[in-house]
């Protein structure tokens, strides 16, 4: 079967760092997205890795490891607005742009 | 720049009354189109999955449908709502050949099913 797994929710402090983690098992493997979804609105892209390794945006960083079924988001310097839900979605395969998500991970972040 | 529109943006409709949802894309020309669904506390569910005019893929077993009857317009319908139906609907797009191939989210149309 298809499963992406998050934590349900998670509580930072601004200013601080804070770690959002993502596995997945899935038949097939062509790519990992983070996107994030504030309150009533659309998820925007964040991230993309399809390689083993960090990609780094900013105060945005995001790591796989495709051997272990395994993602990180990492925000750094955290701001009020970052306050929203991030989502982790697979791409399974190589011949479709379909993608399975997460039930995504809903940070907290306090002054 | 490409923009997608989605329309109405909430509706409220009792249950057995009929469902259209609208998704337009502007700026790209056959790309691929996707509605999700979002229940409260779930994560993103694919409902329909488009490569191009009436090739339309359904992802699980439900009361809705969707169309497409031009390039970059779906439609998302039912005949008869469901309790169940209410959520919030996305629509996305996508195209081959770019970096990613990333997906683009539509507004969301919040529907509450009475």
């Known amino acids: 079967g298809q499963n992406i797994d998050q934590p349900t929710e998670m509580t930072a402090t601004e200013g601080a760092i804070v770690q959002i983690n993502c596995t997945y098992q899935?038949?097939?493997?062509?790519?990992l997205f983070w996107y994030q979804q504030h309150a009533g609105e659309a998820p925007t892209f964040l991230s993309y890795?399809?390689?083993?390794g960090l990609e780094e945006k900013g105060r945005f960083s995001s790591f796989l490891s495709r051997s272990k079924g395994y993602s990180y988001l990492l925000l750094k310097e955290l701001q009020m607005k970052d306050s929203a839900s991030y989502l982790c979605?697979?791409?399974?395969?190589?011949?479709?742009?379909?993608?399975?998500f997460g039930t995504g991970t809903r940070l907290q972040v306090f002054p | 720049s490409q923009t997608i529109h989605q329309w109405p943006a909430t509706l409220v409709q009792p249950v057995g009354s009929p469902l259209s949802l609208e998704c337009t894309v502007e700026?790209?020309?056959?790309?691929?189109l996707y509605w999700y669904r979002q229940a409260a506390g779930r994560g993103l569910q694919l409902l329909f999955y488009?490569?191009?005019?009436?090739?339309i893929s359904s992802e699980v077993p439900q009361n809705l449908s969707a169309s497409r009857p031009q390039d970059r317009q779906f439609i998302l319908s039912s005949k008869k709502l469901l309790l169940s139906d209410s959520g919030f609907y996305l629509c996305?797009?996508?195209?081959?050949?770019?970096?990613?191939?990333?997906?683009?989210f539509g507004p969301g149309t919040r529907l509450t099913v009475l």
């Open positions: 700026g790209t020309s056959n790309p691929n």
């Open positions: 979605a697979v791409r399974g395969s190589y011949n479709t742009d379909k993608l399975i």
């Open positions: 488009s490569i191009g005019i009436d090739q």
């Open positions: 996305a797009w996508s195209k081959e050949n770019t970096e990613n191939n990333e997906q683009f």
């Open positions: 899935t038949s097939g493997f062509n790519g």
């Open positions: 890795n399809v390689l083993d």
